[in-house]
């Protein structure tokens, strides 16, 4: 990639990162500001929580999407590090939206839409990894920091791609760090479990 083609797919990456479905939808669907309500967070978890699975569920499809869009469209046009930067971007669109006051959410969503393009086979093993962690504490934060840890160690395992290697690195590290107000109330045992509003 030169120069040119790296900006234009970190711009296309933020613009479309930047989109705040979890902000629009509960807006649009359950009329309200999902900042004034449950922990304020922009993300799926405190829009299930808020307004109920439904509503949750069109708001994750929303974040999902924007980090499938300039992933693939940066893979289609400059290969494995196209997709990375335009799906690393998207990422921080995501939680630094220019729409928001460059707040947002952590990411989640939008990393699994990334994901799902790059490493689609480490995706289905991250996810079921943190139904099972869900389910078993309904703690939808360690769920998250738990796929974290894992996602460089099982890129290494799976990949031979170092691009790949360096990128899963650095999202481990940045999901960690989004959710650093999290790990203090887990390790205070203060930690909201999942609860789903019923509409």
């Not at 839409?113 to 869900?134: A, Y």
């Not at 920091?145 to 481990?172: Q, R």
Request: some cysteine.
């Amino acid at each position: 990639m030169n120069f040119t083609e790296l900006i234009f797919m970190m711009a296309i990456g933020y613009m479309i990162g930047s989109i705040p479905f979890s902000y629009l939808v509960p807006k649009w669907m359950g009329r309200i500001d999902i900042r004034q309500h449950g922990s304020g967070n922009t993300g799926t978890t405190n829009v299930v929580r808020t307004l109920g699975l439904k509503i949750g569920v069109v708001a994750f499809l929303g974040d999902f999407l924007k980090g499938i869009v300039p992933t693939a469209i940066g893979l289609i046009l400059f290969s494995t590090l196209g997709g990375i930067i335009g799906g690393g971007f998207s990422i921080l669109g995501h939680c630094y939206s220019v729409w928001l006051k460059f707040k947002g959410g952590k990411g989640i969503a939008t990393s699994a839409g990334v994901l799902v393009v790059l490493m689609p086979l480490l995706l289905v093993i991250l996810l079921t990894i943190q139904f099972i962690i869900i389910f078993a504490t309904r703690i939808m934060s360690l769920a998250s920091i738990s796929s974290a840890i894992l996602l460089p160690i099982l890129t290494a395992l799976l990949y031979s791609n170092e691009p790949i290697l360096y990128f899963s690195i650095f999202l481990a590290i940045f999901v960690i760090f989004k959710h650093k107000d999290n790990i203090k109330r887990l390790i205070k045992g203060e930690e909201n479990k999942l609860t789903i509003k019923k509409k």
